[in-house]
């Protein structure tokens, strides 16, 4: 599966972005799709995920504030951010696995270049 995120850019603190990754598969209605993010000098971490049939999860440092959501029909999945703050500041990837539950460490596709997000305070 290869995969393309963008959307990032710089925002101050409180603002919005919506993040959009294309993924090239076939059967895309068929994985669970994943958010990540890096910050500098820490490991990437997963922010959110959306199963096969829409049940969602996220991290709690971006509960209530991130949204995943999916279209298939376009072979892509959003991450709309609101409410940032500077420690959402990150590259930000997307990537797929079979299952909502194994998105943290078990993804199948080819990691991206990612999209930056820096949010400023």
């Known amino acids: 599966v290869q995969l393309q995120a963008s959307g990032g850019g710089l925002v101050q603190a409180g603002g919005s972005l919506r993040l959009s990754c294309a993924a090239t598969r076939r059967s895309f209605s068929a994985v669970a799709m994943g958010w990540y993010r890096q910050a500098p000098g820490k490991q990437r971490e997963l922010v959110a995920g959306i199963g096969r049939l829409g049940n969602t999860d996220y991290a709690d440092a971006v509960k209530g504030r991130f949204t995943i959501s999916r279209d298939n029909a376009k072979n892509t999945v959003y991450l709309q951010m609101n409410s940032l703050k500077p420690e959402d500041t990150a590259v930000y990837y997307c990537?797929?696995?079979?299952?909502?539950?194994?998105?943290?460490?078990?993804?199948?596709?080819?990691w991206g270049q990612g999209t930056q997000v820096t949010v400023s305070s």
């Open positions: 990537n797929a696995a079979q299952f909502l539950s194994t998105l943290a460490d078990a993804t199948i596709g080819v």
